[in-house]
């Protein structure tokens, strides 16, 4: 319903591994499904690959999940003192006091929500299929083991080109409407 009002919806899409796309909100088209990326410990990116925890593969329907994949391993995260995921992360993780060192794609999903927030900045009239077209068209390639390609953000921006829309051919559930 919020898609077709004309907003952009992006998911995690989950810690469960390989073919494991079966559950909402992440196996919807109608959604913008981040994977999480892991740079195996180096800055090159021809090295990434999705991270052996990320969910990926085909939903129960037969899409294939996730639309694209954002950093997802090794993120550093700032952390209110004292908080449970404070005083329960291993000691290892503890980067300085305030931030710690975390997975999953629930890091990865803000990355691209905040590109759609700066791209929609630039661009307020483009449709949720429209952007969702746009990021997997501008993706810095193809990233080891996922369908989709890792986001880049200067290569959304830059975009000059007519902008097509996803999810062509794909009827809404009316189950809710």
Same mark, same amino acid.
């Given at each position: 319903i919020l898609w077709r009002?004309?907003?952009?919806?992006v998911v995690s899409a989950g810690n469960a591994g390989p073919h494991t796309a079966q559950y909402a909100p992440a196996n919807d088209p109608f959604a913008i499904t981040v994977g999480a990326s892991d740079p195996n410990g180096t800055l090159a990116t021809?090295?990434?690959?999705?991270? *052996?925890? *990320?969910? $990926?593969?085909?939903t129960l329907d037969g899409f294939l999940k996730p639309d694209l994949v954002a950093?997802? !391993?090794?993120i550093v995260a700032p952390v209110p003192a004292g908080t449970?995921?404070? !005083?329960?992360? /291993?000691?290892?993780?503890?980067?300085?006091?305030? $931030?710690l060192r975390a997975n999953g794609t629930s890091f990865s999903a803000p990355q691209v929500a905040g590109a759609v927030a700066i791209l929609l900045?630039?661009?307020?009239?483009?449709? /949720?299929?429209?952007v969702k077209w746009l990021l997997q068209h501008t993706t !810095?390639?193809?990233?080891? *083991?996922? /369908?989709?390609?890792?986001?880049?953000?200067? !290569?959304?921006?830059?975009?000059?080109?007519?902008?097509? $829309?996803?999810?062509q051919r794909i009827e809404p559930s009316q189950a809710l409407s």
């Open positions: 009002a004309g907003v952009v919806v021809l090295d990434d690959t999705i991270a *052996s925890f *990320s969910t $990926y593969g085909h950093p997802g !391993r090794h449970t995921l404070d !005083r329960t992360a /291993p000691e290892a993780n503890h980067v300085e006091s305030g $931030y900045q630039e661009r307020p009239n483009l449709a /949720p299929d429209q !810095r390639g193809s990233v080891s *083991s996922t /369908p989709g390609g890792a986001l880049d953000v200067g !290569r959304v921006l830059a975009y000059s080109g007519t902008v097509g $829309y996803a999810n």
